[in-house]
């Protein structure tokens, strides 16, 4: 039988959707997003967070808003804010008093509508991670292994999800929308917002458009640490209704799958540049695949003579999902080692030095804490990776908590403290190191059933610098710094050409 053209052109048209691709969760190049990801705040050492989220698009969106703090993601802060078309949210985060003893609050000058807090400044609260009553928005949690004082909310990371847009020319939308003179209509948070089942209604689906940006600043000592906050398109295609009221919900996890899909899908990227589409069961598991590397890549700058210091904040943003056993006892622990307990969850890595000429100084372990003591490393969500010797409480640039890190040759460090390579070049961190089996994110498979395994963890982050300058003249502040995001490495295991 011949085909008519309009058969012909049915059939092509159905090859051509066949080979398009599944909107998925992906890691946007582009900044843009519906969930943001903060790597790091921090209130020590005299710091200040600076926090900035746009709603580039033309209709408002409702997001949820949670801070967690460094050692196992536990939430300290949360809320819901409201961005009209167009709107933006400035917010900083500082410590209450000003004692290394203190917890960190939240304070803002902007008049975008919050909901869940009861005025600003709002202090960070540590009942989830104490057990205490429960906190704003509703919702306990029973207590974990870590520190359990108030100065554990001083440092962590943040997420912002999109739970949905909001409907043109609806309550929630005349409430939330500036007047000429650049305040809502409702007046200075909290909005006189419609009740919670009003603002659930007027809610629908969830699309691009948010961007974020951090800088941690120290004004006494003049510095200023910026960073892009990383974005995540294709989490929800339906509103996430039920945080409205919920206590640690939507999360990462959160991510939704297609109704034409059987799970979640995630895009990635080969090694080659090459878009790769991977289906997982779980939302948490396509949300970690976007942030999957077997190594990352940066700087390093501990020049004496330039009063040079440098941290790397290394943040596993999943992590919490896979090791804290108390909340999700029956996740599967891999691509982490071990479940988090008494205060830590280790992981050991392995590394390579390189100087500025390509010189590579002896081979050496690194534990994020003592490489000359194997097996003993603490680890956290959030981590600082501190250029500097051991006996130093805190890291050099951030001023650090979580920074029980540094690195050193295998074997008896030098006494008294030498660095044991250059003092500028390059570092190679391999977060899959050896035949280690436990960093491998299994369970997907890509759209035609290929089985396929993502070596590595889930991780983010940036490195900065700081250097004095002790010339400089009398009375003037000479600190100078800067921020490099991590360079990454990605690798799987299938019989996938991708991966050979």
Known sequence: MRRTPLIRGLAAALALASAAPVTAVMLDP??????????????????????????????????????REGYNGRETLRFNLFLSAHDTWVGAVSSIDGSAASGARLGSPDHSCISGLASLPYPFSSAAYTGGPPGPGGGSYPKDSGPQTIDRTREGFIEMIAIGDIAPGSPTDLAITPVQTGQPDAGTPP????????????????????AGSGAIANVAEGTFY??????????????????????????????????????????????????????????????????????????????????????WVVTFPTKQFYVDKILYPSNVTAPFAEPFTAGQSRLELVADMYDREAYAPLPFCMTLLYCVVPGATPRYQVNVLAFMPPDVSESAVFGSKLALSTLFLS????????????????????????????????????????DILLTGLPVTGFMAYNIINSQAAPGRLANYGGTFRHRTHWSCASALAACE
């Open 30 to 67: 582009r900044g843009l997003g519906q969930v943001l990801v903060f790597p790091y705040y921090t209130v020590n050492a005299g710091q200040d967070t600076l926090l900035t989220v746009v709603n580039t698009s033309n209709v408002g969106k409702a997001v949820k808003v949670t801070f």
């Open 226 to 311: 910026t960073y892009v906050a990383d974005a995540l398109s294709g989490f929800a295609f339906a509103p996430l209704i039920t945080p409205i009221s919920g206590p640690d919900e939507p999360n990462l996890s959160s991510a939704q799958a297609r109704p034409s899909s059987h799970g979640v899908v995630a895009t990635v990227f080969d090694a080659s540049g090459e878009p790769l589409q991977i289906e997982y069961a779980r939302g948490i598991d396509a949300v970690s695949a976007v942030f999957m590397a077997d190594s990352i890549y940066n700087d390093y700058l501990v020049v004496d003579a330039l009063g040079a210091n440098t941290d």
């Open 411 to 450: 074997g008896n460090p030098p006494t008294p403290y030498e660095w044991p390579g250059p003092q500028d070049g390059w570092l190679k961190l391999y977060l899959a190191p050896g035949d280690s089996g436990a960093h491998v994110l299994d369970g997907g498979k890509t759209l035609d059933g290929t």
């Open 191 to 210: 909005c006189n917002l419609p009740s919670s089942i009003g603002v659930m209604n007027d809610l629908v689906a969830p699309t691009s458009g948010l």
